[in-house]
């Protein structure tokens, strides 16, 4: 009797659990046979029960499978839902028939959620995330490693010790809580523990008003196929969970929205570990799509695209997702560690390269590896940890010149990481910034601020990877950094030279030289005739936000009256133009950092508000070239238009207050805003230009880059090309101010027969024959006699006083200057040099050894212009003191340590030459 009721007992639970079986089918949707995809939960690891590892079995469904290996799983209990369901006696309040304690009395969920300053939901949800709610409390109740995987509720119609934590009904093998893997801190583990803040957030009410302030996830309206609550009539791919709060915000993303705990792949060998994916954990249908979303198993898109569409075809044709790019393959080590299949090529990995939904603590917006500076990946994963953000560490994981192992080859990655560990480099590490934690934080909800507002729902400003001025170091220069994404925006760069092709298609997103990758994405730049240098972006600048400056005065000495800030995707537009709104040079990424809008510039001499030389780690150290003080870019780059052209009468429009230096004078700048429009012939040159190719086309309406000057060490005399494989861009270099060669003081012509400076910026772009040789070249540079046959002026001083260093004359900072031909004279020095605003004083020179030397622009320099002449026709009398006197006079004494002497000697031409500048000795 005692048996057949038993008996009874086990047939009714037998007939429940099909019941459930049945109900969960139906109500929650187990996914039906799509190619290899089953749903099948004997074959995954979601099979806790004692069946051995190996055994063969078939399910009327999915056909016959193999149990998979586990490392925990119960020691005698053969029953598979009962570890999760049960059709009696389940959790109150929660569906569907939980097991497990998820709700009730003695149930208190605490965990730390993910947040960010770019997550929009913390808007959308006012009072930011909810705790988990639905079926992310049932996988929690495993994978936060806090109650034991044999914990239920209910087995064999027997209920447990009350205490759900520290009993464990159903005996283990291989431990009692979910295993730790590579450890609980990395991310290669699924024991997530109670912090969810490098975890994927759930209890993301997903509405439209989310879709519409993030800007670049799909709209649940519009794709109701693709996301959405489940009803009898209508089964969405992904299943929100009606877990919120009533009404616009009770739809919301939880585990099950892209995990089905009950669903196996067939061809694992060849597709990889899915995760209990609904959709493909890999990108397959190539090129990605770059409209809606193509959900079909193993041949579609990767889950993530579901949600996040990212523009579409800027995401599908980046050189992270373009199959003719990213090509790369990975290597087993790190392969076998993400439980991707092996050979997997970058483009297929696609999102995963970078993001991880559940990745290392620490790390920030879920970058995979994205923690611990300094610490290699390659031998075990990064450790984690509080306060261990470290972004570049994510990128370092391929672009590292394949030190760390990741993938097989890096023939086509540019080595950016080897920059950076160069003498001079950008600040990148928290050590060098010197703040934790990692300062750099995108924000898409910060109040309004001056030329940008990221307040509104429409702001859009997360995808654009914008950061408050606050943030870049105004109010408070400690905050100061740079990071990977302050310049490039990973999912929408191209290896393309050109970053406005139109719209984005497989051929026009790689540069190809006999069918191979080439240029890394960087601008078109070589050392030939035919084409016209410009300072367009190239591809890797692609989609990246910066400022335009404007101005409302054409002086050297005034500030920008504002700046326009550009951001967005360029989508299929061509337009180069420097008003459009989107990044369109590559200065306008440059001076979002280096120029006042990142700094309150009070536009005082050696103003602290400014950044000060050598303050971060692994710069150049300060009182280099005489510098303490950084100077502002763009108050230095502006390039009137009204100054463009050669001879111009406009000293002191440009800033001068003595009218003696208005005629033939102007502001000069190298082009990188601007061009010049001093073409050879408005300068009156013949026999040649003194610049070498490409400098020497199109003089005077071509541009440059500030990557021209600032980048790796250049070897090579007469090229601004990176040696061998390195890269561009200003990430490090073994010379001081990140440039690719040599400059300071006592450089330039060192010696009467043809002597130079070895590897001197200066002579990189300009001929170096037409600066340093005695005997006249016969090209024509700006200073050149066309009068008394002393022809080029560079050659005669050479001859004459055996040597010519570049600032003698011209500033220590040539960006952009007051004078023409950014020259320096010491009859006119004003506020650059702390005289005073207006000021326009003389420099008391009395002999070879006296100079002047004040930070920023003046460094030992000699020249005094007493009249300035227009380009090619220079004569000795331009030259000489303008014998001013008393306050107007700066002297040893006024000015100590500088240089200056306590006399002046007075007049022009040949005598005061003879006098000042025969032999100097500095």
Same mark, same amino acid.
């Given at each position: 009797?005692?048996?057949?009721?038993?008996?009874?007992?086990?047939?009714?639970?037998?007939?429940?659990?099909? +019941?459930?079986?049945?109900?969960?089918?139906?109500?929650?949707?187990?996914?039906?046979?799509?190619?290899?995809?089953?749903?099948?939960?004997?074959?995954?690891?979601?099979?806790?029960?004692?069946?051995?590892?190996?055994?063969?079995?078939?399910?009327?469904?999915?056909?016959?499978?193999?149990?998979?290996?586990?490392?925990?799983?119960?020691?005698?209990?053969?029953?598979?839902?009962?570890?999760?369901?049960?059709?009696?006696?389940?959790?109150?309040?929660?569906?569907?028939?939980?097991?497990?304690?998820?709700?009730?009395?003695?149930?208190?969920?605490?965990?730390?959620?993910?947040?960010?300053?770019?997550?929009?939901?913390?808007?959308?949800?006012?009072?930011?995330?909810?705790?988990?709610?639905?079926?992310?409390?049932? !996988?929690?109740?495993?994978?936060?490693?806090?109650?034991?995987?044999?914990?239920?509720?209910?087995?064999?119609?027997?209920?447990?010790?009350?205490?759900?934590?520290?009993?464990?009904?159903?005996?283990?093998?291989?431990?009692?809580?979910?295993?730790?893997?590579?450890?609980?801190?990395?991310?290669?583990?699924?024991?997530?523990?109670?912090?969810?803040?490098?975890?994927?957030?759930?209890?993301?009410?997903?509405?439209?008003?989310?879709?519409?302030?993030?800007?670049?996830?799909?709209?649940?309206?519009?794709?109701?196929?693709?996301?959405?609550?489940?009803?009898?009539?209508?089964?969405?791919?992904?299943?929100?969970?009606?877990?919120?709060?009533?009404?616009?915000?009770?739809?919301?993303?939880?585990?099950?929205?892209?995990?089905?705990?009950?669903?196996?792949?067939?061809?694992?060998?060849?597709?990889?570990?899915?995760?209990?994916?609904?959709?493909?954990?890999?990108?397959?249908?190539? *090129? *990605?799509?770059?409209?809606?979303?193509? &959900?079909?198993?193993?041949?579609?898109?990767?889950?993530?695209?579901?949600?996040?569409?990212?523009?579409?075809?800027?995401?599908?044709?980046?050189?992270?997702?373009?199959?003719?790019?990213?090509?790369?393959?990975?290597?087993?080590?790190?392969?076998?560690?993400?439980?991707?299949?092996?050979?997997?090529?970058?483009?297929?990995?696609? !999102?995963?390269?970078?993001?991880?939904?559940?990745?290392?603590?620490?790390?920030?917006?879920?970058?995979?590896?994205?923690?611990?500076?300094?610490?290699?990946?390659?031998?075990?994963?990064?450790?984690?940890?509080?306060?261990?953000?470290?972004?570049?560490?994510?990128?370092?994981?391929?672009?590292?010149?394949?030190?760390?192992?990741?993938?097989?080859?890096?023939?086509?990655?540019?080595?950016?990481?080897?920059?950076?560990?160069?003498?001079?480099?950008?600040?990148?590490?928290?050590?060098?910034?010197?703040?934790?934690?990692?300062?750099?934080?995108?924000?898409?909800?910060?109040?309004?601020?001056?030329?940008?507002?990221?307040?509104?729902?429409?702001?859009?400003?997360?995808?654009?990877?914008?950061?408050?001025?606050?943030?870049?170091?105004?109010?408070?220069?400690?905050?100061?950094?740079?990071?990977?994404?302050?310049?490039?925006?990973?999912?929408?760069?191209?290896?393309?030279?050109?970053?406005?092709?139109?719209?984005?298609?497989?051929?026009?997103?790689?540069?190809?030289?006999?069918?191979?990758?080439?240029?890394?994405?960087?601008?078109?730049?070589?050392?030939?005739?035919?084409?016209?240098?410009?300072? @367009?972006?190239?591809? @890797?600048?692609?989609?990246?936000?910066?400022?335009?400056?404007?101005?409302?005065?054409?002086?050297?000495?005034?500030?920008?009256?504002?700046?326009?800030?550009?951001?967005?995707?360029?989508?299929?537009?061509?337009?180069?133009?420097?008003?459009?709104?989107? @990044?369109?040079?590559?200065?306008?990424?440059?001076?979002?950092?280096?120029?006042?809008?990142?700094?309150?510039?009070?536009?005082?001499?050696?103003?602290?508000?400014?950044?000060?030389?050598?303050?971060?780690?692994?710069?150049?150290?300060?009182?280099?070239?005489?510098?303490? @003080?950084?100077?502002?870019?763009?108050?230095?780059?502006?390039?009137?238009?009204?100054?463009?052209?050669?001879?111009?009468?406009?000293?002191?429009?440009?800033?001068?207050?003595?009218?003696?230096?208005?005629?033939?004078?102007?502001?000069?700048?190298?082009?990188?805003?601007?061009?010049?429009?001093?073409?050879?012939?408005?300068?009156? &040159?013949?026999?040649?230009?003194?610049?070498?190719?490409?400098?020497?086309?199109?003089?005077?309406?071509?541009?440059?880059?500030?990557?021209?000057?600032?980048?790796?060490?250049?070897?090579?005399?007469?090229?601004?090309?990176?040696?061998?494989?390195?890269?561009?861009?200003?990430?490090?270099?073994?010379?001081?101010?990140?440039?690719?060669?040599?400059?300071?003081?006592?450089?330039?012509?060192?010696?009467?027969?043809?002597?130079?400076? +070895?590897?001197?910026?200066?002579?990189?772009?300009?001929?170096?024959?037409?600066?340093?040789?005695?005997?006249?070249?016969?090209?024509?540079?700006?200073?050149?006699?066309?009068?008394?046959?002393?022809?080029?002026?560079?050659?005669?001083?050479?001859?004459?006083?055996?040597?010519?260093?570049?600032?003698?004359?011209?500033?220590?900072?040539?960006?952009?200057?007051?004078?023409?031909?950014?020259?320096?004279?010491?009859?006119?020095?004003?506020?650059?040099?702390?005289?005073?605003?207006?000021?326009?004083?003389?420099?008391?020179?009395?002999?070879?050894? +006296?100079?002047?030397?004040?930070?920023?622009?003046?460094?030992?320099?000699?020249?005094?212009?007493?009249?300035?002449?227009?380009?090619?026709?220079?004569?000795?009398?331009?030259?000489?003191?303008?014998?001013?006197?008393?306050?107007?006079?700066?002297?040893?004494?006024?000015?100590?340590?500088?240089?200056?002497?306590?006399?002046?000697?007075?007049?022009?031409?040949?005598?005061?030459?003879?006098?000042?500048?025969?032999?100097?000795?500095?």
């Amino acid at each position: 009797m005692v048996a057949n009721k038993h008996a009874g007992h086990r047939l009714l639970q037998v007939l429940g659990l099909f +019941a459930l079986v049945a109900f969960v089918s139906l109500r929650y949707g187990l996914e039906p046979v799509q190619a290899a995809r089953v749903s099948d939960i004997r074959g995954t690891k979601h099979n806790l029960s004692a069946a051995a590892d190996g055994s063969a079995y078939t399910s009327p469904t999915a056909g016959a499978g193999t149990v998979t290996t586990r490392n925990i799983k119960a020691s005698s209990e053969t029953q598979i839902c009962v570890f999760c369901h049960t059709p009696h006696a389940a959790t109150s309040g929660a569906t569907p028939l939980w097991n497990r304690k998820v709700a009730g009395a003695g149930y208190t969920p605490n965990y730390t959620l993910y947040t960010s300053s770019s997550l929009d939901a913390n808007q959308v949800q006012i009072g930011g995330l909810d705790q988990p709610g639905g079926s992310s409390k049932l !996988c929690l109740s495993c994978h936060d490693g806090t109650v034991a995987v044999g914990n239920v509720n209910v087995l064999n119609g027997s209920a447990p010790s009350p205490n759900p934590v520290s009993s464990s009904t159903i005996a283990t093998t291989g431990g009692t809580y979910m295993p730790t893997g590579s450890g609980t801190g990395t991310g290669f583990t699924r024991n997530l523990g109670t912090d969810l803040s490098n975890d994927h957030p759930i209890s993301v009410s997903y509405n439209d008003a989310l879709a519409n302030r993030d800007g670049e996830l799909r709209t649940p309206s519009a794709n109701p196929t693709v996301m959405g609550v489940r009803t009898t009539s209508s089964k969405p791919k992904l299943k929100l969970e009606n877990t919120g709060s009533a009404g616009a915000n009770q739809a919301q993303i939880q585990c099950a929205t892209c995990h089905d705990p009950h669903i196996r792949e067939t061809n694992v060998a060849t597709v990889g570990n899915q995760k209990f994916l609904r959709m493909n954990r890999f990108q397959h249908q190539d *090129p *990605p799509s770059s409209s809606g979303v193509n &959900m079909t198993d193993n041949s579609g898109d990767i889950i993530c695209l579901a949600c996040h569409d990212k523009a579409g075809a800027s995401w599908a044709f980046s050189a992270h997702a373009n199959s003719q790019v990213a090509d790369e393959l990975y290597s087993n080590t790190h392969a076998d560690r993400r439980e991707f299949p092996r050979n997997l090529p970058v483009w297929q990995a696609a !999102c995963l390269n970078c993001h991880d939904t559940h990745t290392v603590s620490g790390s920030r917006r879920l970058l995979r590896e994205g923690t611990n500076e300094g610490v290699s990946t390659s031998a075990t994963p990064k450790a984690g940890g509080a306060n261990s953000s470290a972004i570049e560490e994510t990128c370092y994981q391929c672009h590292d010149g394949g030190g760390n192992g990741t993938l097989q080859a890096v023939t086509g990655v540019p080595n950016i990481k080897s920059d950076f560990a160069l003498a001079r480099h950008m600040p990148i590490t928290n050590t060098e910034q010197g703040t934790t934690p990692e300062m750099h934080d995108i924000n898409s909800n910060f109040s309004a601020e001056t030329y940008i507002d990221c307040s509104t729902a429409g702001s859009r400003c997360g995808k654009d990877f914008i950061e408050p001025r606050s943030n870049l170091g105004r109010g408070n220069l400690t905050k100061r950094h740079v990071e990977c994404t302050d310049c490039h925006n990973p999912h929408r760069v191209i290896r393309a030279q050109n970053g406005l092709p139109g719209a984005l298609s497989a051929t026009n997103t790689k540069d190809t030289v006999s069918g191979r990758n080439t240029g890394g994405g960087a601008h078109k730049h070589t050392n030939a005739s035919g084409y016209t240098h410009s300072n @367009v972006i190239s591809g @890797v600048l692609r989609g990246s936000w910066g400022v335009e400056p404007t101005y409302s005065s054409n002086s050297f000495h005034s500030l920008p009256s504002g700046y326009n800030v550009k951001r967005g995707d360029p989508g299929s537009n061509t337009s180069t133009l420097a008003s459009e709104t989107y @990044v369109t040079r590559e200065y306008q990424i440059c001076l979002k950092c280096h120029s006042d809008y990142a700094y309150s510039d009070d536009n005082a001499y050696k103003s602290t508000n400014r950044p000060q030389v050598g303050s971060a780690g692994g710069t150049t150290p300060s009182g280099t070239n005489g510098l303490t @003080v950084y100077t502002n870019q763009a108050k230095e780059f502006q390039a009137p238009s009204s100054h463009a052209g050669e001879p111009l009468s406009l000293g002191t429009d440009a800033g001068s207050s003595d009218t003696n230096f208005n005629t033939n004078n102007h502001r000069s700048w190298h082009p990188v805003m601007a061009a010049t429009g001093r073409t050879t012939s408005k300068r009156g &040159m013949s026999g040649g230009n003194p610049w070498v190719t490409p400098w020497s086309n199109a003089v005077g309406t071509q541009t440059m880059y500030c990557t021209d000057c600032h980048g790796s060490g250049v070897t090579t005399a007469q090229s601004v090309i990176p040696d061998s494989s390195n890269p561009w861009g200003p990430h490090g270099s073994s010379n001081n101010f990140i440039l690719k060669g040599v400059w300071g003081n006592g450089m330039g012509a060192t010696g009467q027969n043809s002597g130079e400076t +070895a590897n001197l910026l200066c002579f990189k772009c300009h001929d170096s024959a037409n600066y340093t040789t005695r005997n006249d070249t016969g090209r024509k540079s700006g200073f050149y006699d066309g009068s008394t046959g002393k022809g080029n002026l560079h050659n005669y001083h050479i001859d004459r006083i055996q040597k010519l260093y570049c600032t003698w004359c011209h500033v220590a900072v040539p960006h952009g200057w007051k004078n023409k031909a950014l020259l320096v004279n010491l009859n006119d020095v004003g506020e650059e040099a702390g005289q005073g605003v207006g000021s326009s004083k003389e420099v008391a020179i009395n002999g070879n050894s +006296a100079y002047y030397k004040k930070e920023p622009y003046y460094l030992y320099a000699k020249l005094k212009v007493s009249s300035f002449a227009a380009s090619g026709n220079w004569a000795d009398t331009n030259c000489g003191s303008r014998g001013k006197t008393g306050g107007n006079l700066i002297t040893s004494t006024t000015d100590a340590g500088t240089g200056a002497a306590s006399g002046n000697t007075t007049g022009t031409g040949k005598n005061w030459m003879t006098s000042t500048c025969s032999g100097p000795t500095n």
